[in-house]
């Protein structure tokens, strides 16, 4: 059976590998030279199968039209005239209240727990190497209401089986010393020694190779064009080479017997044109990794800043800040207002809560 691979960030290359294992003929197609060139290059590095807790809960929406206007904002809704945009606010809204919460973390708990164990089966059959560390994830909350609601959604998530506990003050610093230059402000927080932390792009560019020695056929620079209709069946995709400089785009036609779209947010539109229609709309987040000075006071638990929704993870000899959502369409600008202020949150912070610790001057590519 010969199938199709739309995407080649970690999920279509997760996807991939997996259809090797079960005898797929295995073609990847992506736009970029690589594989993990976009979401999946630089995220906040946490293997968080037990942040099981959906942002849309019953106080999301009074936080999110309080933070329309503060460009530093964890959640950042910039209105656009956009049916989509709309369509998936009201989408969420209908999920902000204690039912669907319980239901959706439910969920997330069963699809998280299935994910690491196939994590753990790929990294045992692989052997790949991506700064991983079984070091668990803790939370710190810096106000006593927020410290509050987590303790709320712990007790949701223990109750499906999430080793998620409440710590105060004074065990999150015992479990990541590195945080006691900020401990003062830190209220309390919630530990899970069970989560990881490690390299997305390492992971995903590691993997892509082994699914090459086995096989696997790689498009890259191919820019996905559109999804070819038969009837009731999606079986062709038409793909353009992305040669600089050329005048015109030499079109070609890729037939397989199934087709796997992991596009990342752009799969919406792409399947939208053929009839099916998926609840995702685009969020950017930002993402700064920067050098240690001091890596004996850097921390080895990877946490995540509640107030600011920014995660902190360590991946070898550097730290990786990353996180906050802004809800404005696909926008991968850096050069306005709202993205330099937001860039510039990633290192403040850092300087805030790890004084002196990393070379904030000089962020990574
Ligand atoms: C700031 C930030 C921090 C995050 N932190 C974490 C974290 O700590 N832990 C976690 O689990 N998740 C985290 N995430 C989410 C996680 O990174 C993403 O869910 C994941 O990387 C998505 O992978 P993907 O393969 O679906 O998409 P992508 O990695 O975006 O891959 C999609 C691929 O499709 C290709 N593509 C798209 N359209 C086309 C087209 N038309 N033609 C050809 N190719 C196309 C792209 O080039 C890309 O390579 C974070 C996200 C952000 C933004």
Same mark, same amino acid.
């Given at each position: 059976?010969?199938?199709?691979? #739309?995407?080649?960030?970690?999920?279509?290359?997760?996807?991939?590998?997996?259809?090797?294992?079960?005898?797929?003929?295995?073609?990847?197609?992506?736009?970029? %030279?690589?594989?993990?060139?976009?979401?999946?290059?630089?995220?906040?590095? *946490?293997? +968080?199968?037990?942040?099981?807790? %959906?942002?849309?809960?019953?106080?999301?929406?009074?936080?999110? #039209? =309080?933070?329309?206007?503060? =460009?530093?904002?964890? #959640?950042?809704?910039?209105? *656009?005239?956009?049916?989509?945009?709309?369509?998936?606010?009201?989408?969420?809204?209908? *999920?902000?209240?204690?039912?669907?919460?319980?239901?959706? !973390?439910?969920?997330?708990?069963?699809?998280?727990?299935? +994910?690491?164990?196939?994590? =753990? $089966?790929?990294?045992?059959?692989?052997?790949?190497?991506?700064?991983?560390?079984?070091?668990?994830?803790? &939370?710190?909350?810096? $106000?006593?209401?927020?410290?509050?609601?987590?303790?709320?959604?712990?007790?949701?998530?223990?109750?499906?089986?999430? /080793?998620?506990?409440? !710590?105060?003050?004074?065990?999150?610093?015992?479990?990541?010393?590195?945080? @006691?230059?900020?401990?003062?402000?830190?209220?309390?927080?919630?530990?899970? +020694?069970?989560?990881?932390?490690?390299?997305?792009?390492?992971?995903? /560019?590691?993997?892509?190779?082994?699914?090459?020695?086995?096989?696997?056929?790689?498009?890259?620079? &191919?820019?996905?064009?559109?999804?070819?209709?038969?009837?009731?069946?999606?079986?062709? !995709?038409?793909? @353009?080479?992305? /040669?600089?400089?050329?005048?015109?785009?030499?079109?070609?036609?890729?037939?397989?017997?199934?087709?796997?779209?992991?596009?990342?947010?752009?799969?919406?539109?792409?399947?939208?044109?053929?009839?099916?229609?998926?609840?995702?709309?685009?969020?950017?987040?930002?993402?700064?990794?920067? %050098?240690?000075?001091?890596?004996?006071?850097?921390?080895?638990?990877?946490?995540?800043? $509640?107030?600011?929704?920014?995660?902190?993870?360590?991946?070898?000899?550097? #730290?990786?800040?990353?996180?906050?959502?802004?809800?404005?369409?696909?926008?991968?600008?850096?050069?306005?207002?709202?993205?330099?202020?937001?860039? &510039?949150?990633?290192?403040?912070?850092?300087?805030?809560?790890?004084?002196?610790?990393?070379?904030?001057?000089?962020?990574? *590519?």
């Amino acid at each position: 059976m010969k199938t199709i691979v #739309l995407g080649a960030g970690i999920i279509g290359i997760s996807t991939a590998w997996h259809l090797l294992e079960r005898g797929h003929e295995v073609v990847v197609v992506d736009r970029q %030279p690589d594989a993990a060139l976009e979401t999946s290059f630089a995220n906040a590095a *946490q293997i +968080s199968v037990s942040y099981c807790e %959906p942002w849309a809960n019953r106080a999301a929406p009074w936080k999110a #039209l =309080k933070w329309m206007f503060d =460009k530093e904002a964890p #959640l950042l809704l910039r209105p *656009q005239l956009d049916w989509e945009q709309w369509r998936w606010c009201l989408k969420f809204l209908a *999920q902000c209240n204690d039912t669907a919460f319980e239901r959706n !973390v439910q969920q997330i708990v069963a699809l998280g727990a299935y +994910s690491h164990a196939a994590l =753990k $089966d790929v990294v045992r059959a692989t052997g790949i190497q991506y700064h991983r560390l079984e070091c668990g994830i803790a &939370h710190f909350y810096s $106000d006593q209401k927020s410290l509050d609601e987590a303790g709320h959604a712990v007790e949701v998530m223990r109750k499906f089986g999430v /080793q998620r506990r409440l !710590v105060s003050r004074a065990e999150l610093l015992q479990i990541e010393p590195a945080f @006691s230059a900020y401990g003062e402000r830190i209220t309390g927080g919630t530990y899970t +020694s069970t989560d990881e932390s490690g390299d997305a792009r390492l992971f995903t /560019q590691q993997l892509a190779r082994r699914c090459a020695e086995r096989g696997a056929q790689f498009l890259y620079g &191919h820019d996905v064009l559109r999804l070819n209709k038969t009837g009731n069946t999606i079986d062709s !995709v038409a793909v @353009s080479a992305i /040669q600089s400089g050329a005048t015109g785009q030499k079109h070609s036609i890729l037939k397989g017997d199934a087709i796997v779209v992991a596009c990342g947010s752009y799969s919406a539109p792409l399947l939208r044109s053929v009839g099916v229609d998926l609840p995702i709309y685009p969020g950017k987040g930002y993402s700064a990794t920067f %050098p240690l000075l001091r890596p004996e006071a850097a921390p080895l638990v990877s946490a995540i800043d $509640d107030g600011k929704k920014l995660a902190m993870s360590r991946l070898g000899d550097v #730290l990786r800040v990353a996180g906050t959502i802004e809800l404005g369409g696909f926008d991968l600008s850096l050069d306005n207002p709202v993205a330099k202020a937001r860039c &510039h949150l990633l290192s403040r912070r850092i300087e805030e809560v790890l004084p002196g610790v990393c070379d904030t001057r000089t962020p990574e *590519q």
